[in-house]
């Protein structure tokens, strides 16, 4: 196997070798837009302004891969949040929570894959939100936030600290299983666990039918820097 294999966590595509092909994408969506309110507060009261992130997030990020040879490639992809209004870095909920910014907050992971599937490392979208968001009847961060949030996992769309397998698609079918560590060392009942998420999907298409299914099961406790993040609002137990 190819030393820039062992490069993976630094950056894929620049340790590449000379018989190695890399690419590099720059991909992003910005959103803004104009609202007027009559009657924000009472009948002579009206609101007029800026708004971000209307119906989608507004994003930049960077993703690319190299062939490591023998059917295999190196990935990798960093995503963040960005306010359309100020520039400002985007926060998610978690991240509101403590007031923490996070520069990738909307995911950053480094893996491998082939002809197996794929294994990735690091900050990225659970499958449980994946599968949500997948089968929703109208798109929208407002639609999204608020099914979300009636189905307990309002502010765990990312896993931190995760290691992700994606099975490759066959006939259709295709699924996910996801671990997110706790980095929890305590040796008291539940400690080893406390902060912990696991979560998986499974979807079925063909033609026009979709059929999915996901589940998660979460151990509280978590701290900001686990993978199931318990925020001053409690979502998440």
Avoid: C
Wanted: net charge positive.
């Amino acid at each position: 196997m190819k030393k820039s294999l062992f490069a993976l966590a630094a950056l894929t595509t620049i340790a590449g070798t000379a018989q190695a092909q890399s690419s590099v994408t720059l991909f992003g969506l910005l959103d803004a837009g104009v609202y007027y309110v009559n009657g924000a507060k009472t009948q002579n009261d009206n609101a007029f302004g800026v708004l971000g992130n209307t119906i989608s997030s507004s994003n930049w990020g960077l993703k690319g891969s190299e062939d490591l040879g023998q059917g295999l490639k190196a990935n990798f992809y960093a995503e963040s949040g960005i306010n359309t209004r100020n520039g400002a870095l985007g926060q998610s909920s978690s991240e509101k929570a403590t007031g923490v910014t996070t520069l990738f907050d909307r995911g950053l992971y480094v893996g491998v894959a082939g002809n197996w599937g794929s294994l990735d490392i690091g900050n990225k979208l659970n499958p449980f939100w994946s599968a949500n968001s997948a089968i929703l009847p109208v798109a929208g961060n407002s639609v999204s936030t608020n099914t979300a949030k009636t189905l307990g996992y309002g502010n765990s769309n990312f896993t931190h600290n995760s290691l992700t397998y994606t099975l490759p698609t066959m006939a259709g079918f295709n699924a996910a299983a996801q671990w997110g560590f706790g980095n929890a060392l305590s040796t008291a009942p539940g400690g080893s666990v406390g902060g912990s998420v696991l979560a998986g999907s499974a979807d079925y298409t063909i033609g026009g039918f979709s059929v999915r299914a996901a589940g998660q099961k979460r151990w509280g406790n978590g701290t900001y820097f686990s993978a199931n993040f318990t925020g001053a609002t409690g979502d998440l137990t």
